[in-house]
């Protein structure tokens, strides 16, 4: 096991850069005018942190590179697919009303707004779920994958393929202006709301299974997974625009009633109507 100091000035350096990365970020948000990439930078941003850990950890060149390539795959392929859905559609529209909001309500400036809304909290939260690809690569025990690291990196690739299949079929799904004002309930969309979040999951619970062969440190890095879930759960974008839906879309409050949230599962039938 590493060094209780090896361990903190690497998550250190890593927190610097993190942060460092948003303030760059909101800087280039200021001359935008405009916030909507920092999504990108979710994805883009978590993979970058294994990363710089690769570069300062000497742990098992084994686990090193797993967890690296893992989290890159995953992080490229998410981060390029939301900056190109920004490119083609424009500004998300939950981030110029609350910027709006505030800027009405408040009297704050844009940067004053975007800061204090969008990237303050960031950083450190970003540093948090990517625990399992700092925690992960510190230790040089044990040098081989074991099974339940093979067991970890299945997860993370169905996850990759589960959640780029969604994001498939609901941009085909958009394409579609026949569909225009509908609601997805065909493919993955059948069996969950949230099949791109449910992919994440995957994606990062299995890099913790990859981290916790190490022992305790790696144990200890399910902080990231389950700060994670409780985001998607109660605090990320699906409460909020799951309740816009609910008024802008015709049958989506019937959706949430027969679909589960987050676990795939068969949708419930609908009830019996009452003669």
Same mark, same amino acid.
Request: aromatic share 14%.
């Given at each position: ?7 903190a ?5 890593n927190?610097?850069i993190?942060?460092a990365?948003?303030?760059?970020l ?6 935008? #005018?405009?916030v909507t /990439?920092?999504d !990108?930078? $979710?994805?883009l941003?978590?993979a =970058?942190? &294994? ?12 686990r090193?590179?797993?967890?690296l390539?893992?989290?890159c ?5 998410l ?7 920004w490119?083609?559609?424009g500004?998300?529209?939950r981030?110029v009303?609350?910027?709006s909001?505030?800027?009405?309500? #408040?009297?704050?400036? /844009?940067?004053? !707004?975007? $800061?204090?809304l969008v990237?303050? =909290?960031q &950083?450190?939260i ?9 925690l992960?690569?510190?230790s ?11 067991i ?15 994001d ?5 799904f958009?394409?579609?202006k ?5 609601v997805?309930? !065909? ?7 949230h ?10 619970f299995?890099?913790?299974a990859?981290a916790?062969e ?19 759960v ?7 625009y799951?309740?816009?839906l ?10 949430i ?19």
């Amino acid at each position: 096991m590493p060094a209780v100091q090896e361990i903190a000035t690497i998550l250190g350096i890593n927190l610097g850069i993190c942060i460092a990365s948003f303030v760059i970020l909101w800087a280039i948000g200021c001359a935008l #005018k405009d916030v909507t /990439f920092v999504d !990108a930078w $979710w994805a883009l941003g978590l993979a =970058f942190m &294994a990363v710089t850990t690769f570069f300062q950890a000497d742990g098992a060149d084994a686990r090193m590179q797993l967890l690296l390539a893992l989290a890159c795959v995953w992080g490229l392929r998410l981060g390029l697919y939301i900056l190109w859905r920004w490119r083609s559609h424009g500004p998300d529209r939950r981030y110029v009303k609350m910027l709006s909001r505030a800027q009405e309500t #408040k009297g704050w400036s /844009f940067p004053v !707004a975007s $800061w204090r809304l969008v990237f303050m =909290f960031q &950083a450190p939260i970003l540093w948090v779920v990517s625990m399992p690809v700092q925690l992960g690569q510190l230790s040089a025990m044990p040098a081989a994958i074991g099974t339940l690291g093979w067991i970890g990196a299945g997860l993370v690739v169905f996850g990759i393929l589960f959640e780029s299949l969604a994001d498939f079929q609901l941009v085909r799904f958009k394409a579609n202006k026949a569909n225009e004002g509908k609601v997805l309930d !065909a493919g993955l969309w059948r069996y969950t709301r949230h099949p791109n979040y449910f992919g994440d999951l995957c994606v990062w619970f299995g890099l913790w299974a990859i981290a916790a062969e190490t022992g305790l440190i790696g144990v200890a890095s399910i902080v990231g997974p389950l700060l994670l879930l409780l985001m998607f759960v109660k605090y990320s974008g699906g409460p909020s625009y799951e309740k816009r839906l609910t008024y802008q879309r015709p049958g989506y409050a019937e959706y949430i009633a027969r679909t589960s949230s987050l676990i795939p599962w068969p949708p419930k039938k609908a009830a019996p109507e009452v003669v």
